[in-house]
Structure formats: C-alpha cells, structure tokens
C-alpha cells in the first residue's frame, strides 16, 4: 500500500492533510499510464482539448475562494493574494485554451524552386513538471495549460510543503472532462530518487521546472543522457532602479507590490532597491512608513497583509541576511525581529554592495536601499549578478528608458510597473534564472517539436 505524508500549517505545524508518499517504482507506473494516453490525447481534436482548459479555467474561477483558502492555508500567505493568485493562475487555463487551435505550421518556396518547404508542429511527449511551494496553483498552471493545449500528457510534482492545491486542480480538470491519465499528480518525499528515476526513462520527453537554481542545474544534469526538452525557471535578484526623475509616489506603489506580493517570497520579488541619492531619503521614508504599517498575522485572519514565511528554516535564513547587512554597516529603518515564523517588514538603508542580502535570493519581506549617481553606475550595479529574470525601472525620460531596457541583462523589465506577471506575456529568465518561457504566445512552444518536411515541386 502507498504511504502517505503530513502536509503541515507553516504557522504552527499543525497537520492539514495526507499525500501519498509514492516510491520511485510507483511514479514509473504513472508514466506507463501518460505514455498510454500520449497518442489518443495528442490526437483529440485542438478545439475539444481547449474547451476541457477553457472548462477548468471557469470551474477554478467559480471555486475561487475554496482554491484561496487551501491555498492559504498550506502556503500562509493572505487569503486577498491567494485570490490574486487563483485569478492569475486559472488565466493561464483561459489563454492556453485559446491557443490550443492556432498551432501552425508553414509552407515556404525554397529559394532556388524545385521544392516546397513544410513544417509542421507535433506535441513533444509526455512531460514531468516540477513546481515550488510559493505559488502553489500558478506555477502549475503555467506548464500544465501549455502542455495540454499541445497535446502533451503531464506528471506534475508540487513541492512537498503545498501538494493539496495540485489534487483539487487535478479534481476539477477530471469534473471538466479531461480524460484520465492525461494529467496525474505526483507526490513523494524521496523527490530526487524519483525525478532521476523517470529523468532515467527515455519515454519521458520534456522537463520543466520552477524552483531554485541548485536544483535546476541538477535537473539539466539529470535530462543530459536522454536530452529530454527542458524548460527551467529557476531564482532572481531583481534590481529596482528609481531615477531622480521618478514620480516617487507612484514608485512607491510599485515598490510594496515589488518587493510585497507574496511576503517577498516570489522569484520576481524586488531584491535590490538603487535610488538616486537626490530622491533616496524621501523615498526610504515614504516606503519604510508604508512597509510599517502593513499587518501581519494568520493569512486567514480579516485585514491582513502578511502571512509567516514557509518554515523555521527560512525565517533563519532572512534573518541572517538582515543581520550581515547591519554588520556590514547598513541603517535598520524598520522591521527587523521575527516572532515565530513571521517577519516583519522590514527597510534597511545604507546598504553596502558586498552585502548578502543584496547579493543572494532573499524571498523574505526585506528591502535593502542602496543609492548611485550616475546612469552607468546603475546599470553596472543591476547587471551585477548571476541572476537574470526581472529588473524594474522607474523614470519618466523615454531616452533613458529605451537606453536602459536595452542594456539590463534580464528577461522581464517592468517599466514604471511594480508587476510583469501576465499570462498573456513571455516569463522567464536569463543566465542563472534559466531558460524557456512561460505564457504568452512562446509558452505553448515548449511544448511543440517541429517536422520538417521537403516535397519536391508538383
Ligand atoms: P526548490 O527547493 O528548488 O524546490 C522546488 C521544487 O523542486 C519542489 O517541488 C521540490 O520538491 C523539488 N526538488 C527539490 N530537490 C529536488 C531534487 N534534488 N530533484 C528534483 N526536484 C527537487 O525551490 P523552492 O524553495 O521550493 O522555491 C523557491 C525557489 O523557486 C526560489 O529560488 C525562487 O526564485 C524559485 N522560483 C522561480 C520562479 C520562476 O518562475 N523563475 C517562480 C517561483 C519560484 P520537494 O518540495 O519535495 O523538496
């Protein structure tokens, strides 16, 4: 019989649920079953397998509040944003039900006649998908809309921490008429043992992923001997550049849902705050008024706006990042002490570059200030880092702005936007933020291969 694990309260570790804890053995069995289904699904009408995503779509809308509280619950963020997130999440259903029937090919003269040039567009397979724990619907529905509307049967791991939000997905894709075994869920505390053994398995086809960059790289490891198609969203360090020219307020409004939404936990978060020195004391003054008074508490409870962070352990890390800021030289605006898993807002001016907290992945509520000069130096400082998936700017000179877009080293740039997020737009990163995209009109091809097919001229 399969074993099961506790799904825990991420306030008090209370126990939310069961999973099943399924072996390495057992996960292979689920992919015979997504390799049975591969052909019939790839072959169901375009028009049928949109109307299952587009039906999904309208029964996760309706069941928006059942979604946000378990949502809630398991990850601790507000119910208001789990809200956000189940609208956000259920439009990637909507989208990719819309793309499922503009898959196309091409038909081209070939320059020097004699033949003609066909391509034609064929679901890559089945797939493994592999989510985090901080959008629990989101990152899923990214990969499973696409995947769907190609024709691609789907294994879709959540991580460990938040697995409830996945099986009510996969109840209410089975309510709207998907056909079983085209998408399964799976669950397992022995995750790495797992992923190699259906990475192992040359029936897998596709990899996508989105979690931190450590194990993205052993993922594309894994995917080398069977050159599975991968597709990785992995960690950021967004920049978030506010030019003297700025409209402060309004760069303000950006910052908290920057730096906020999601208690910072998001990889798109706001990490790094460069401020023009002319403009730095008035806008530190302003965001540390707003990020002091922001509520925290249980994600249930009415008016709040923060939640806990995932566990202990990421409370700790947090902490000693505000804590190496501090010793480095860095002013504690406020914020700064948590209490159990929560932590509080917090704003730290002054910041040296050589900090940890500038230079790692926070995903925690903490915004560090450091100020530039000049327009040089604050590309330098932004570009400075391995990372590469969103940058924000705030300026009102279109010069600037065109300059600037052009020479940030990120694969998203919100211009006068605290949000890029947008199922109609291509996510993803560059450098050690990975590769492939999500949403927009290029996430349906990481799910298509092409065929090429040359016919001699009639
Ligand atoms: P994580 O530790 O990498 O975990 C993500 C997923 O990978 C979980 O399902 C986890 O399963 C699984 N996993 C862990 N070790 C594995 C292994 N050896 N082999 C295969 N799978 C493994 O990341 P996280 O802490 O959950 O999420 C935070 C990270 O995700 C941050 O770096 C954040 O920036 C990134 N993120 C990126 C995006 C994006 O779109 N670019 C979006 C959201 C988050 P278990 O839970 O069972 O361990």
């Known amino acids: 019989m399969t074993e099961t694990f506790d799904v825990l309260d991420p306030v008090d570790g209370a126990v939310l649920g069961q999973v099943p804890d399924l072996t390495a053995e057992e996960a292979l069995t689920a992919l015979d079953v997504a390799v049975q289904r591969q052909h019939s699904w790839a072959t169901t009408p375009p028009r049928e397998r949109g109307e299952i995503l587009r039906r999904a779509f309208e029964l996760v809308s309706e069941r928006s509040d059942e979604f946000a509280e378990t949502i809630s619950l398991e990850m601790g963020k507000p119910l208001a944003e789990a809200r956000g997130e189940v609208a956000y999440g259920a439009e990637f259903l909507r989208w990719f039900s819309e793309e499922a029937v503009r898959i196309r090919g091409s038909w081209l003269t070939a320059p020097a006649g004699g033949s003609r040039l066909l391509t034609v567009k064929k679901p890559v397979g089945p797939c493994l998908f592999i989510t985090p724990w901080n959008f629990p619907l989101a990152m899923g529905t990214r990969k499973i809309g696409p995947a769907l509307a190609a024709g691609c049967t789907a294994l879709v791991k959540p991580a460990s921490a938040t697995p409830l939000t996945m099986f009510k997905l996969a109840e209410v894709f089975a309510e709207a008429g998907l056909p079983e075994g085209v998408l399964q869920v799976v669950t397992t505390r022995s995750t790495g043992e797992v992923t190699s053994a259906l990475l192992a398995d040359p029936r897998l086809r596709k990899i996508s992923f989105t979690g931190s960059t450590a194990v993205g790289k052993e993922l594309v490891r894994g995917s080398a001997d069977n050159l599975q ?3 990785m969203e992995l960690g950021g360090n967004a920049p978030f550049l506010v030019f003297a ?19 910072g936990e998001a990889c798109t978060a706001a990490n790094r705050f460069l401020v023009h020195a002319d403009v730095a004391e008035e806008f530190t003054a302003k965001l540390a008024a707003r990020m002091g008074g ?17 566990d202990a352990h990421a409370v700790e890390s947090v902490q000693q990042l505000v804590a190496d800021a501090v010793a480095g030289g860095a002013r504690l ?4 002490e948590p209490d159990g898993n929560f932590f509080p807002p917090t704003v730290l001016a002054d910041v040296a570059p050589e900090a940890r907290v500038v230079r790692e992945e926070i995903f925690g509520p903490v915004a560090p200030i450091s100020t530039f000069r000049t327009e040089q130096e604050a590309v330098d400082a932004a570009n400075n880092t391995e990372y590469g998936l969103s ?7 279109l010069d600037r702005t065109l300059r600037l877009v052009e020479s940030l080293d990120f694969g998203m740039v919100g211009v006068n936007t605290g949000l890029v997020s947008n199922p109609a737009a291509p996510f993803g990163g560059v450098k050690a933020s990975g590769f492939g995209r999500e949403g927009g009109f290029e996430g349906i091809e990481e799910y298509l291969d092409t065929t090429y097919v040359g016919i001699s001229a009639p």
């Open 229 to 231: 198609r991968v597709s």
């Open 245 to 263: 020219d700025a409209d402060i307020d309004a760069a303000v409004d950006g910052a908290m849902i920057a730096k906020m939404r999601n208690m």
């Open 294 to 310: 922001l509520r925290v508490g249980r994600g249930q409870e009415d008016g709040v706006d923060v939640g806990p962070l995932i």
């Open 391 to 397: 940058a924000y700017l705030w300026t009102r000179d």
């Open 333 to 336: 605006v406020v914020g700064g």
